[in-house]
């Protein structure tokens, strides 16, 4: 192994032992589009897919974990919803199934999911928003962590990630951490290694890979996107708290603004009750993503995409993009060993 490859095996070793992969890459989960066939792609391309078991019923996990298994011998990991109706059924499938690893998401997980999947001998991932939320879920007995920034796609928080990785990389080294949110070529992955990360996270880059069963207009929207296309959902009112949601924006973005407007007004004008019209704001995105994942109706749907969507460039296999995150980085390593070795000879 050249000198170039060693470096970059020994800056995500922990990752890559952590997942039992060649690549410490996991792929985002990404409800209606990380599903069995783009994640064992990731599998098979030497990364780690993970299933984005959404709003799924016990049966339809279990369907997905078999089907998977049918298309990767390659480990992958299945991303339960903490608050799923079913989440304690949703780990007897994951437990069943022979699942390896579980990442924990949209919320602090429950202390007794957490202790069910570790007693059963499955590792555990959370998300960490914080520092002090980081330091809750590793004396809960996570086994990993993953820190995403507000660059990300889909629901997000109000840190970005390079701030996050400040925060919390060099304070956890108990656990591997991975990074993720606005990731999109190699050269990040390093610098992210660099700074004590185990491996990153990458959702957006993989939503136009060949294996990824979203509506070729979806694909396109992804294609035509800038970085500033991604933007947050907006929050008018305090009194109609929303959780934010990066998605490209189209005519839903302005249908919502104008529906929280007119319940706004509604309140305001005693005509409507507040937690009636709040319900009423909430659900207003009910059934958008598989609108323009599936259906391809990419202006009345929510198109979720993160801010590296501009790095999205055209449809590849999923074994091209992770060489080409691959490349990248070997190339920024080599650069650097090389600057290195030049200013040694001088010296």
């Known amino acids: 192994m050249d000198l170039v490859a060693q470096h970059l095996d020994d800056l995500w070793a922990k990752g890559k032992a952590f997942l039992g992969v060649r690549y410490a890459i996991l792929g985002g989960a990404m409800t209606w589009v990380s599903e069995r066939n783009l994640v064992s792609a990731i599998s098979n391309a030497g990364g780690f897919g993970v ?8 049966d339809l996990l279990r369907t997905e974990i078999q089907e998977t298994k049918a298309r990767t011998q390659n ?40 202790t069910k999947l570790k007693d059963r001998g499955l590792k555990v991932i959370c998300f960490a928003p914080a520092l002090v939320l980081a330091k809750k879920l590793l004396k809960l007995g996570v086994d990993a962590l993953i820190i995403e920034g507000m660059e990300a796609g889909g629901h997000i928080g109000p840190v970005s990630t390079s701030v996050l990785a400040q925060e919390i990389l060099p304070y ?25 990360a185990a491996g990153c996270q990458l959702g957006t880059r993989f939503v136009c890979a060949t294996e990824s069963i979203a509506h070729p207009e979806f694909k396109k929207t992804f294609i035509k996107a800038q970085a500033r296309d991604a933007v947050t959902s907006p929050q008018l009112d305090p009194r109609f708290p929303i959780i934010p949601v990066r998605a490209i924006a189209n005519q839903a973005t302005k249908d919502f603004i104008a529906y929280q407007k007119e319940y706004i007004e509604k309140v305001d004008r005693q005509e409507v009750h507040l937690k009636e019209a709040q319900l009423n704001i909430e659900h207003f995105w009910a059934g ?60």
Do not use: W
Not at 51 to 58: D, H, K, L, V
Not at 79 to 97: G, M, Q
Not at 288 to 315: C, F, H, K, P, Y
């Open 172 to 196: 956890v080294t108990e656990v591997p951490v991975f990074v993720a949110g606005g990731i999109g070529r190699g050269e990040a992955i390093v610098s992210y290694l660099e700074m004590g």
């Open 51 to 58: 299933i984005a078991s959404g709003a799924m019923s016990p």
């Open 75 to 114: 480990p992958f990991g299945v991303n339960l919803i903490t608050l799923h109706p079913h989440l304690i059924k949703l780990i007897d499938v994951c437990v069943e199934e022979k699942i390896t690893h579980v990442v924990l998401a949209g919320g602090l997980p429950p202390a007794d999911a957490i």
């Open 288 to 347: 958008a993503l598989r609108r323009a994942v599936i259906e391809g109706d990419v202006e009345r749907g929510s198109v979720m995409a993160g801010q590296s969507v501009g790095m999205v460039t055209s449809e590849q296999p999923t074994h091209d993009i992770i060489g080409e995150l691959i490349d990248q980085a070997k190339s920024t390593l080599h650069s650097r060993i090389s600057y290195t070795q030049r200013i040694s000879a001088q010296c």
